[in-house]
């Protein structure tokens, strides 16, 4: 028993060491910073005590980050969870080359986010243009990530697609788990589709559905690789996200105590949203 004791510390103790010296020991500095006006650079700062938590909430690129990151958030996990589980409902079909088509469904989940969105960055710009030319179509003729009213939506498009296979898979896993029993009960009484899906697919779902809408919905408060590979934050400051603006006036910008009071901000409201998320989402699984 003692061995087993021993064995189990030495491989915890280290990985534990790691992630207090790479995640948690970062995390308290940068709480340490937000109450100091160091600019990530001088040798030297002073104690502001709460000016930069009270500035933040008077900073209007900090409201305009955070009213583009709800909406990006927010329809993303709509679109992301939707798609996802027609794809998966389809994929769970006796349909021929099954396992193909899932792992096609799959494929882009292992891109990278940064070549997946330099990739439709290239597309954007250069030939879904001349389609849009060809079609006679204003809108479609244009590079929307170079317009400030329709460039949200490119990077909607790319995290939509991108987003969707990871999904997939979650809502693949759980349709496995749902008994044959009961579809063939609700056959023998006559039930159509649509009420199967209703009174059995999607309450028998209803866990991996919290957890979809979670994961979904903290991937797109912490929306950045997309931003860096497709807009840069702009036109202007059109798509600029929360993260990205904590990165760029944090390290580039000389506002590291400032960016990091934001970041502490950010991560309390990350944290009452997943939460009450979870508490809804879980309350309605029990009225399932």
Known sequence: MAKRRVAFYLMTIPALLLFFAFHTFPAIQGIYYSFTNWDGFSDSFDYVGFKNFVNIFQDENVLNSYLFTFKYAIITTILINVISLLIALGLNAKIKAKNFFRGVYFLPNILSVLIVGFIFNYLFANVFPIWGAKLGSEFLSQNILGNSDWAWIGIVIVAVWQGIAYNTILYLAGLQTIP????????????????????????????????????????????????????????????????????????????????????????????????????????REMDL
């Open 180 to 283: 044959h029993d009961l579809y063939e009960a609700s056959n023998l009484d006559g039930a159509s589709r649509w009420r199967e899906f209703w009174s059995i697919t999607f309450p028998m779902l209803a866990s991996f559905f919290t957890i979809n809408m979670v994961l979904a919905m903290k991937g797109g408060l912490m929306v950045f690789d997309q931003i860096v590979a497709l807009t840069g934050g702009g036109p202007g400051r059109s798509t600029q996200s929360i993260a990205h603006l904590i990165y760029t006036g944090g390290f580039q910008g000389g506002e590291f105590a400032y960016q990091s009071a934001n970041a502490v901000i950010y991560f309390i409201v990350i944290v009452v949203i997943s939460a009450l998320q979870l508490k809804f989402l879980q309350k």
